[in-house]
Every structure is written in structure tokens, then in C-alpha cells.
């Protein structure tokens, strides 16, 4: 049955919005062999300001992981907000999928933005990029900051913690990307400490087809 209205691509228009009114402009950068990037940039570079480089985490596109934070760092900072590769705009038909290729590509698309020193923001996956951005570009990377991202875990320490059990990257992916509702309540009982009181099914549903 066709879908007469979806919430998910409502909200996505929604943010889109915010993110404008915030001073950022939507845009896509060829990097070449078969690699897009897509970010949201300012609309004009103020250079005396620092830029600052927000990366995101699994889930939606940038926008859905920080917009209820774009308005308080825009006013100081040059902010850029890109896709990871394989996130709402952005993608490659290259074969590499480490986050040490995420990072060179997300500095290769700053390159191109003529950008070559920034802070970087790093939440969840998006903290292992950027740490990996820190280590390969030192003299272009300044300060660092890491939100929910586990880069200096070891097995020991996972040991004494609740986590997720898995044998095979088939389970990890059924969790991380999920393709039906019950996955996807599944992967918010591990992402939340305040987990949302309902998620009914037609919403994700909805979620997984947009996204």
C-alpha cells in the first residue's frame, strides 16, 4: 500500500530548514573514483572565526544526530556538519569501509572547502573517525572532542560493563542497520539511557525505508 505522508521525510524537511536558518548552505562534493560527500557548510566563511567539524554517529543523516546544537555553535564557529559515506547524500563505490578511509575522505572534502585547520566534534562512530582524522592529519586537526565513543576500550574493560553480545558482523550489522522494527527497537535499547516511552511500528518502519 502507498504511503500518502511520511513523517521521517517531513522531519528530514524540517531540519533542513533549521539548518538554513542557521546559516548553512546544503552541499556535494565530487572527491573522485566514485566518492560524494555531501555537507552542510556556511553560507559564507567568516575567517576570523575557527571552524568547527561535527561528525555523527549511526543512524540518519547528519542533521537528525545535531541539530538541536547547530544554533549554539554557529554564532562562534565556522561549522561544517558532512555525511559519512553510506549516510543520507554521501557515498562511494570504492571498496574501503574503515573509518581511517571515512576520515581521509572527510578531510579530502574539507580540502576542497579550502578549509585547513579545524576542531573536530566526533559522536559515537563519528568519535573513531575522528580520532583517526587527529592521528593521520596532526598539523591540520586542533582540538578533539569525543561524545559516546568507546576509542580507547579494551576487551578487559567491556569484561565489567553491560554490552552488546555478538558472534558475527552479520549480528552487528542486524543491530547497527537495522531492517525491521523489532531490530530497531532492539539497537535503542542499547544507544539509550532515556529510551522514547513508544515507537510504534508504522513509525519505524517509516524510519528504516526513508533513511
Excluded at 42 to 67: R, V, Y
Excluded at 161 to 178: F, G
Aim: charged residues 20%.
Amino acid at each position: 500500500m502507498t504511503r500518502c505522508f511520511s513523517f521521517i521525510a517531513a522531519q528530514n524537511s524540517c531540519y533542513r530548514c533549521s539548518f538554513k536558518r542557521a546559516g548553512l548552505k546544503s552541499s556535494t562534493t565530487d572527491l573522485g573514483d566514485g566518492t560524494i560527500m555531501h555537507c552542510w557548510i556556511p553560507k559564507k566563511h567568516n575567517p576570523s572565526k575557527p571552524t568547527l567539524l561535527l561528525i555523527h554517529g549511526f543512524g540518519a543523516n547528519a542533521m537528525w544526530q545535531f541539530n538541536g546544537v547547530i544554533p549554539h555553535f554557529t554564532p562562534k564557529f565556522n561549522v561544517y556538519v558532512p555525511d559519512l559515506l553510506f549516510f543520507g547524500e554521501s557515498y562511494t563505490t570504492r571498496a574501503e569501509r574503515s573509518e581511517s578511509f571515512q576520515a581521509q575522505c572527510v578531510m579530502s572534502l574539507m580540502e576542497a572547502q579550502n578549509v585547513t585547520r579545524m576542531d573536530v566534534f566526533g559522536l559515537s562512530y563519528g568519535g573513531f573517525v575522528a580520532y583517526s582524522m587527529a592521528a593521520q592529519f596532526r598539523e591540520r586537526v586542533g582540538r578533539v572532542g569525543l561524545g559516546c565513543a568507546g576509542v580507547c576500550l579494551e576487551e578487559k574493560d567491556a569484561e565489567s560493563m553491560e554490552v552488546l553480545k555478538v558472534t558475527t558482523v552479520e549480528e552487528v550489522v542486524s543491530v547497527l542497520l537495522p531492517q525491521t522494527p523489532e531490530k530497531a527497537r532492539e539497537l535503542v535499547r542499547w544507544s539509550f539511557y532515556k529510551r522514547p516511552p513508544s515507537m510504534p511500528s508504522w513509525f519505524l518502519w517509516d524510519f528504516i525505508e526513508v533513511s
